[in-house]
């Protein structure tokens, strides 16, 4: 298992250049306040929707007359390449989202997403470097096991295998993780991936096991390498403006859920996929190809580069920094 500790789940609470309590604040407001939330991801994620519902109900539960989340999911307001602009232009306050899909315009995210990074999923993100973005993460969110390399036309036993497959991807560290290891990397919605391996235009899929029963993808791929071939989690973000002018009494309570949320996280993905996703990929007839530590090695040895590039996407040594904090 790649879970010894907490995994992603470890609150934020590094507020950047002492700006996050604002001399003057006002009091409470008397009216209840209202903040839009979205997410793309739909309820068929039933092992990540029940941390991220528990956020949601926790604060309505105990915010009645302060604070009120307005929820929308499944794309229902904005779907997942909308959410960031929309996060930054105000059409929602907060969102939950998944690194993936926006380590390009936060290159620092790729701490969480980096392959062979860690011994478990422990993480540690900085947020002075959202903040340069007016961006920042409450939580880490909802944890999430490493993303593995799903595949319908053949095994992925050792590094070479991958050469000449087209396989699908969610962000930039997994193209590029693709990429070393000599195979095509492509961008597909995860609602459009069955269709794509049923049609036969990408041979397989990286991403982690919840994606596959929800998507429904096992019954169109036959094998399963296990290894960590990069990570990634679901996290809640605000505007570092908005989040200032909350008064502290919401702030404290959004602390509180995240928390709570992310205690909901640890608790419940991991054993709901040993009970109930590992078997279903099972039943399904897919095999299950767990690397051994050689061939852990020759697949990390291959991947190395990937870091190297990541962190010139990064300020000089703001990469070498976050690595070093999240291997410590």
Same mark, same amino acid.
């Given at each position: 298992?790649?879970?010894?500790?907490? =995994?992603?789940?470890?609150?934020?609470?590094f507020f950047v250049c002492g700006t996050l309590i604002t001399v003057g604040q006002q009091q409470a407001m008397a009216k209840e306040l209202k903040l839009i939330t979205a997410t793309y991801a739909p309820p068929a994620y039933k092992d990540a929707w029940q941390p991220l519902q528990h956020f949601i109900d926790y604060i309505n539960e105990h915010g009645k007359g302060k604070v009120n989340?307005?929820?929308?999911?499944? &794309?229902?307001l904005l779907k997942a390449e909308e959410l960031l602009p929309g996060l930054m232009q105000g059409t929602a306050d907060m969102i939950f989202h998944t690194d993936s899909y926006i380590m390009g315009t936060?290159?620092?995210? #790729?701490?969480?997403?980096?392959?062979?990074?860690?011994?478990?999923?422990?993480?540690?993100?900085?947020?002075?470097?959202? +903040?340069?973005?007016? *961006?920042?993460? *409450? /939580?880490? &969110? *909802?944890?999430?096991?490493?993303?593995? !390399?799903?595949?319908?036309?053949?095994? !992925?036993?050792k590094p070479d295998d991958?050469? &000449?497959?087209? !396989?699908?991807?969610? #962000?930039?560290?997994? +193209?590029?993780?693709?990429? /070393?290891? =000599?195979g095509a990397s492509?961008?597909? %919605?995860? +609602?459009e991936v069955y269709e794509a391996l049923q049609? =036969?235009?990408?041979? #397989?899929?990286?991403?982690y096991l919840g994606t596959v029963p929800a998507r429904s993808l096992q019954e169109k791929l036959k094998y399963v390498n296990k290894g960590y071939f990069a990570a990634y989690g679901e996290q809640l973000? !605000?505007?570092?403006?908005?989040?200032?002018?909350?008064?502290?009494?919401? $702030?404290?309570?959004?602390?509180? +859920?995240?928390?709570?949320?992310?205690?909901? %996280?640890i608790e419940y993905v991991i054993p709901y996929h040993e009970k109930y996703y590992w078997p279903l990929i099972k039943k399904a007839g897919i095999e299950i190809i767990v690397p051994t530590p050689n061939?852990?090695?020759?697949?990390?040895? $291959? *991947?190395?580069?990937?870091?190297?590039?990541?962190? &010139?996407?990064?300020?000089? #040594?703001? =990469?070498e920094k976050a690595i070093k904090l999240a291997t410590e």
């Open positions: 298992m790649f879970w010894k500790k907490s =995994g992603f789940a470890f609150l934020v609470l989340i307005d929820f929308y999911h499944s &794309g229902t936060l290159p620092i995210l #790729g701490i969480l997403e980096l392959p062979f990074l860690y011994d478990d999923i422990e993480s540690k993100v900085k947020n002075e470097e959202l +903040a340069k973005k007016n *961006i920042f993460m *409450i /939580t880490a &969110g *909802i944890t999430l096991p490493p993303e593995h !390399i799903w595949t319908n036309t053949r095994p !992925i036993r991958l050469k &000449g497959l087209r !396989i699908r991807i969610a #962000g930039r560290i997994e +193209a590029m993780v693709i990429k /070393t290891l =000599g492509t961008t597909v %919605s995860s +609602a049609r =036969g235009t990408v041979d #397989g899929v990286m991403c973000y !605000i505007r570092l403006d908005k989040w200032n002018s909350l008064p502290p009494d919401v $702030r404290k309570l959004i602390l509180e +859920a995240a928390k709570s949320l992310e205690k909901q %996280s061939e852990q090695k020759m697949f990390k040895e $291959r *991947i190395k580069p990937v870091w190297d590039w990541w962190k &010139g996407l990064l300020p000089p #040594g703001v =990469g």
